[in-house]
């Protein structure tokens, strides 16, 4: 679970006349993550493309684009069927010609509406106006201007102005001018005007006539339009099935033909190399055996190994066979000679076994089924390397915890878990299915901590009901139960120093791929670092720390609310530090010889050396949201149903009105008499109130309580050991949705 899959590299060689079977039986059975040649070798170039190829990549283009033209989807695919050759070269060219035609039938008449719509919006100022068209141009003597403007403001300006004759129509912001003068004279004169010139359209009369005429030019072209969808929607549902499966054997076949471009390739002969699981490669060299028989060699090159870096650190050598069909393989490839700058795994083993260069195995996760949402979130950050520990498993034993530790309320949890099931059940999208599923596992924590807390909407029936009374944990927001608040403070601070070790624990086994040394000074200096300063702040810390964290008086644990007995850890002080009469710990000895070590491994890195205490103090998030989260749903239960306190312990007032409390504890102790004993009108009010309330509660789980775990996660957790920059498992195969080969 904490590594990939063990990936095998494995050569496939062979004649080139046994090229296009071996593509066709290594890509049905789906397995290979092809690697690309990169052209390094003597003698050996990149293969070309299959025969027809190129008509095949062709062809493709051609139904994608009338799948893009008819907007077909999945929903369009209907049952899978056998599609030929004969059948896509037959109904493609007749489904091209009828939906081109179509096409072209709606580009015109779109090209004609958005000219008519041009038109009507250049006729709108003009029904403004009133002015028949035909008297807005045609004179001798007279210039006219349309446009929008100030009226007032063009007025004074050509009264300043050269023309000395002119007249002003005005409507609701449009102006006609007319003037006896040059236009250039006029449209000078405006210059210094607010006036937006507008060109007169063509057209006689009335323009309200004109406009009407227009828009109903407009209508008929509309109903042209909506004709030519609904045709081309008709050809959608005649031909999507056959588009969407004719996509995919077009796709599989420019896949097979493509394959070549990333052989290694001689005039006789093929080279292909790829990775694939090692406990599939005796299948898959029986499958590919079977269906080309001995005319081609499968060899397994290496065996991937791990180490910090994702590379291989051994690889088995197997002896390369001959060939059958009349022929050696080893007569028609010779292997190239090693590069002096290879390293050892990429060199050519006895018996003639080459390698296509250093490149990294690809990744596939090796999680259960139950932790396999988490991946998703894991890619947030980046993809495991194929040598580095997989932080998924990690993320999912701790990231719901903290999830449901800080929400903890079993109505809340129950809503996490309803709305992730339907996620997880509802949505094809597999990502909001892996959402689906972590919000499943947060709901069911949030339940479960929501049981241990008895809670219910943050109402405290439940613990009365399953508890007795007495639930066995407090988030501490009442007076009487302030102990657990600080409580889930320090434990907060110990889930960070857990948590922390454990990343710098995975970094200290990676490390030892590399040496003991680096391991210690690396990973080991860190762990030092965080034992010591928190073993020294548990111990007292000479008065600098909290009591609470340790004093048999106030500690948590060893008194309230956990009578544990723990009252620190001891001091162990070795001697008093001259000129502060302070006494030095061993403990931190224990710091300073880590950060001894750091220096040792990299001088640069002791600049962050107190990463070891802000890192856990990050932690104490985990108490701050579940006290906020826990005050904001008692607002809104207090606003509702009101309260009293009695003994340092709020109660809603959920069976007794305010009047009953008053007469029982006095009125100082009423917190809020409660909207729903109010009155009707203030009972709706505070039905609103608690809908909303408690949804918004719910809401910002997800942004706080959510966020903040996450962030625990990707910035304190995997910053100590995670680097990512894996690549995705991509094997040579197609998984059919819409065709068949039967």
């Known amino acids: 679970m904490l590594r990939p899959e063990k990936m095998c590299r494995v050569s496939v060689t062979g004649s080139k006349r046994t090229m296009e079977g071996t593509i066709e039986a290594v890509h049905d059975l789906d397995m290979l993550h092809v690697t690309e040649y990169d052209g390094t070798w003597d003698g050996f170039d990149p293969g070309n493309s299959l025969d027809g190829t190129n008509e095949v990549a062709d062809k493709l283009v051609t139904v994608r684009s009338l799948q893009s033209i008819l907007n077909v989807s999945e929903e369009d695919a209907g049952p899978t069927r056998v599609v030929t050759d004969e059948a896509i070269e037959e109904q493609l060219e007749e489904v091209r010609t009828a939906v081109n035609e179509l096409d072209d039938r709606r580009d015109d008449v779109r090209d004609e509406l958005r000219a008519v719509e041009d038109r009507i919006n250049t006729m709108a100022p003009f029904v403004t106006l009133g002015i028949d068209l035909d008297l807005l141009r045609g004179y001798d003597s007279l210039s006219v201007v349309v446009g929008e403007g100030d009226s007032d403001e063009i007025e004074a300006v050509l009264t300043d102005s050269d023309v000395e004759t002119f007249e002003l129509f005005t409507e609701d912001g449009v102006v006609a ?38 828009e109903h030019e407009r209508q008929q072209l509309e109903s042209k339009l909506s004709t030519v969808e609904d045709e081309l929607d008709e050809l959608r549902l005649d031909h999507a099935g056959f588009l969407l499966a004719a996509e995919e054997k077009l796709a599989i076949e420019a896949q097979k033909g493509e394959a070549p471009l990333t052989f290694a390739t001689t005039k006789n002969a093929f080279i292909a190399e790829g990775w694939l699981p090692d406990e599939r490669y005796e299948a898959f060299e029986r499958a590919v055996s079977s269906a080309v028989g001995e005319a081609v060699d499968i060899d397994k090159i290496e065996i991937a190994e791990y180490d910090s870096d994702g590379h291989a650190e051994s690889h088995e050598e197997v002896e390369r066979e001959g060939g059958s069909g009349g022929e050696p393989v080893g007569s028609s490839v010779d292997a190239p000679e090693p590069e002096s700058e290879r390293q050892p795994q990429e060199t050519v083993a006895d018996g003639g076994i080459i390698t296509m260069g250093s ?171 965080l034992f010591g300063l928190w073993a020294w702040v548990f111990s007292g810390a000479n008065g600098a720390a909290p009591d609470f964290l340790y004093t048999a008086e106030a500690g948590v644990f060893a008194g309230n609310p956990y009578a544990w007995g723990f009252t620190g850890l001891p001091a162990i002080n070795l001697f008093t530090i001259p000129g502060l009469g302070a006494p030095f710990s061993a403990w931190l000895v224990l710091f300073f010889a880590g950060l001894v070590l750091l220096a040792l491994a990299d001088p640069i890195e002791v600049v962050e050396f107190l990463n070891v205490l802000v890192n856990v103090l990050s932690y104490t998030r985990l108490a701050a949201v579940l006290l906020a989260k826990a005050g904001m749903a008692f607002v809104v239960n207090l606003l509702f149903f009101g309260a009293y306190s009695h003994d340092g312990e709020f109660h809603f007032l959920i069976g007794h009105g305010p009047e009953w409390a008053i007469s029982e504890y006095g009125a100082e102790a009423i917190m809020f008499p409660g909207l729903i004993h109010s009155g009707i009108a203030a009972a709706l009010v505070g039905v609103l109130i608690l809908v909303i309330g408690h949804l918004l509660v719910l809401v910002l789980g997800i942004t706080s309580a959510g966020l903040q775990g996450v962030r625990l996660e990707y910035v304190e957790f995997f910053g100590k050991f995670f680097e990512g920059g894996g690549k995705r498992y991509n094997p040579f195969g197609y998984e059919r949705n819409y065709t068949t080969e039967d």
């Open 177 to 214: 001018v007319f003037a006896q003068a040059e236009e250039d004279t006029l449209q000078d004169a405006l210059v210094g005007a607010t006036f937006s010139r507008l060109e007169i359209p063509e057209g006689d009369g009335d323009p309200s006539t004109y406009l009407e005429e227009l």
């Open 359 to 529: 490149d990294d195995p690809p990744v596939i996760q090796d999680n259960p089924s139950g932790v396999r949402p988490f991946e998703d979130l894991v890619e947030v950050v980046n993809r495991p390397k194929y040598g580095e520990f997989d932080p998924t498993v990690a993320f999912f034993l701790t990231f719901p915890a903290f999830f449901g530790f800080m929400i903890g309320d079993l109505g809340y949890g129950l809503l996490y878990l309803a709305l992730g099931y339907g996620l997880y059940s509802k949505v094809d999208s597999d990502v909001i299915k892996s959402l689906g599923g972590v919000a499943m596992w947060a709901g069911g924590f949030t339940a479960l901590f929501g049981v241990l807390y008895g809670e219910f909407f943050g109402l405290h029936q439940l613990g009365e009901i399953v508890w007795g009374g007495s639930p066995p944990m407090h988030k501490g927001l009442q007076p009487t139960y302030a102990d657990y608040a600080l409580a889930w403070l320090t434990i907060s601070l110990l889930a960070g120093t857990v948590h922390l070790a454990a990343g710098w624990v995975f970094d200290f086994v990676e490390n030892l791929s590399h040496s003991l040394w680096d391991a210690i000074t690396e990973s080991g200096s860190w762990l030092l670092m």
